[in-house]
């Protein structure tokens, strides 16, 4: 029978690996845009245009025009099918003048605009910092939920707060290989990060756990069944009975994501490619990283538990 927990110091050392280049792509971020990782107008606050021209329109035009106003680096968009001539513009604050000497900037030099049909926003920043806060703190309820509600579903099987909190770790494993390859990808492709990244940093934390929780569980029926063998076997073999059910169920979502990505819209292009990253991490970190952590603490391997095993 293969022993997947074996072998869990490599699967610790790929994790610790993955996670320290996410941290220095957070750091490398921060020193450039002031965050770990780059923000759109959703957080920094700016405008958002949603012009629909009566004629075919060039991203290039358009962003000659935004130039001619101060705006060096719009995120210009085609919304909708090319044949709509519509596109989505998000850029820094424009004053209600500025609005106004905009849109006639655009219909002379790009298209004439459709005005029935264009819709013109400003971004308030502290909308963007509320967000954020009720993402962290649903981050962190759920944490506590999540051990409570393990602690309980587990309370026959020794030390059942345990699973909880290997559980925890795996969820945070998730956020920050999450977390790491959007600070990447903002350095490498210029991505921002805007509400749909906080969405799919919460679908990531709901896919860790019920992965998690499903291999948990066959451990709790298999502990009782197999009294005589140890417990690392017990874990192994119970991971070996879930493994194709976690990867038939996790690779369906990937196959149709891999899909949605290549041939989607370019506006939830970030999100699709947060929530693959986020969902390959939350696969893997249930199977060799959550798993092995029990098995870990019950042997005395990690620090805070070796004066308990030795005791």
């Known amino acids: 029978m293969f022993n997947f927990v074996q072998r869990r110091g490599v699967y610790y050392l790929i994790s610790t690996s993955i996670i320290v280049l996410g941290i220095a792509a957070m750091v490398y971020s921060t020193v450039l845009y002031g965050s770990p990782v780059r923000l759109s107008i959703d957080f920094k606050g700016g405008s958002l245009f949603v012009v629909n021209f009566t004629k075919p329109a060039t991203e290039t035009a358009i962003r000659d025009v935004y130039t001619d106003f101060g705006q060096d680096d719009p995120i210009i968009q085609q919304y ?19 609005q106004v000497a905009l849109k006639a900037a655009l219909t002379e030099n790009v298209a004439p605009i459709d005005e029935d049909q264009s819709i013109f926003d400003v971004v308030d920043p502290s909308i963007g910092g509320e967000v954020t806060r009720a993402a962290i703190f649903a981050v962190l309820a759920a944490g506590i939920i999540i051990l409570g509600f393990i602690w309980f579903a587990f309370r026959r099987v020794p030390h059942a707060v345990r699973y909880g909190a290997c559980a925890i770790v795996a969820m945070f494993h998730d956020i920050l290989i999450a977390m790491g390859a959007m600070a990447a990808l903002g350095i490498i492709f210029g991505w921002e990060v805007d ?4 969405t799919a940093m919460l679908t990531v934390v709901g896919y860790s756990v019920q992965d998690t929780i499903v291999v948990f569980d066959r451990i709790r029926e298999n502990l009782p069944k197999h009294r005589g063998d140890s417990y690392e076997m017990i874990v192994n073999r119970s991971v070996l ?10 690779l369906n ?5 891999v899909a949605i990505l290549l041939f ?18 939350g696969t893997y970190s249930s199977i060799f990283n959550a798993v092995p952590l029990l098995v870990s603490w ?10 308990a095993a030795e005791a």
Do not use: C, Y
């Open 80 to 98: 909708g099918a090319p044949e709509d001539n519509a596109w989505q513009i998000r850029a820094g604050h424009f004053t209600p003048d500025e």
């Open 195 to 198: 509400a749909l990244f906080l």
């Open 241 to 250: 009975e879930t493994v194709h059910r976690s990867l038939a169920t996790q």
């Open 253 to 257: 979502a990937i196959f149709v994501m």
């Open 264 to 281: 989607g819209g370019a506006t939830i292009k970030q999100f699709i490619a947060i929530l693959l990253i986020g969902l390959a991490s």
């Open 298 to 307: 019950e042997k005395g391997e990690l620090p805070f538990t070796k004066k």
